[in-house]
Structures are given as C-alpha cells and as structure tokens.
C-alpha cells in the first residue's frame, strides 16, 4: 500500500516538474538605481510580416507589464507606431494595446546598424489586458499602416506564444 502510494505521489511529481514551461530571459535582475526587478523574455515570433519575422517580448518593470513588438522595415514597410495593436482571441473578443509614447532623439544619424531597419514599439498593458493575454491564445493580430491596416492570421502553433512569454514575467 505505502508503495503503490509512493509511486504515484513520485508520478504526479514528475508529471508536473514535466509540464512547467521553461523560461528564458534577456535580463532578469534588479536594478541599480532604482531597486526594481526588471525581467524581459527573449523575442519570441508570431507570424511573418513582409516576409520577416513579427518578434514580440514580455517585460516587467517593478509592477508594470509590457509588450514590446519589433519587425523590420525592408522595403519601406512601416507599422504606424502612435496607432493601436489588436490582438483577435478564439471567443473573437479583441484586446486593444495603446503604444507607449517615447520621445525620439533626432540628434542621431541613421547608420547602416540595426536599428535602421528595424523598429520596436513598446505597449504597456493594463492588469487586465495582462490577464486576459495570460488566460487565452492570440488567433489573430491587427496593426495599421500609413495606407490603411494589416489583419494578420496567427498560426494554431504559435497563437499561445504571447501567453507564455506573458507567463514568464509574472
């Protein structure tokens, strides 16, 4: 009896050391100066936006949740970053991310570096767009172009990666 107990108390354990999600990370450490915990993920892709990938990370700051998008602009190709991102979930309810404003500097000349072909656009989520993100898959993402706007399907194998990467900066 205590035998047959054992091993399947040892099941269940392994069972769920098994089916927790491992997390990577960019930074995770507090900061400095302003003894906050920072955590940002990885750039995980969800879908391919004119023939590149559409990277997103997750990124806390003390209590503050964030999601930051970044593609690249060959070809001229540009997301409005001061328009909305929606994000499409299977029940077809929306969840609307306002962009964070950030001030550019325009003292810098664009070099043939990185970040002249690609952008990033940071979003701030509010507790509850982080909650509804964390309980349900993203099917599809919408986001605006300067002649109108992009609806874009997410593929049945990756629509939970905004959940997980979501689920890392808890």
Do not use: H, W
């Amino acid at each position: 009896m205590i035998k047959n107990t054992f091993i399947i108390i040892l099941f269940f354990i392994s069972t769920f050391a098994f089916s927790q999600k491992k997390c990577k990370y960019e930074k995770n450490e507090i900061d400095a100066l302003t003894d906050l915990r920072i955590i940002r993920t990885i750039p995980v892709s969800i879908c391919r936006v004119n023939g590149q990938p559409f990277y997103f990370k997750a990124q806390t700051i003390g209590n503050r949740k964030y999601l930051k998008l970044k593609y690249f602009r060959y070809n001229n190709y540009k997301i409005k970053d001061n328009s909305e991102l929606i994000f499409t979930l299977p029940n077809y309810r929306t969840v609307t991310l306002k962009p964070r404003t950030v001030k550019k500097d325009t003292t810098k000349e664009e070099n043939s570096n990185f970040m002249s072909v690609s952008s990033m656009i940071i979003y701030r989520l509010t507790n509850e767009q982080y909650k509804t993100l964390v309980e349900n898959p993203v099917t599809n993402v919408k986001y605006f172009i300067d002649v109108g706007f992009i609806n874009k399907a997410i593929k049945e194998n990756k629509q939970n990666k905004i959940q997980d990467i979501l689920k890392c900066v808890e």
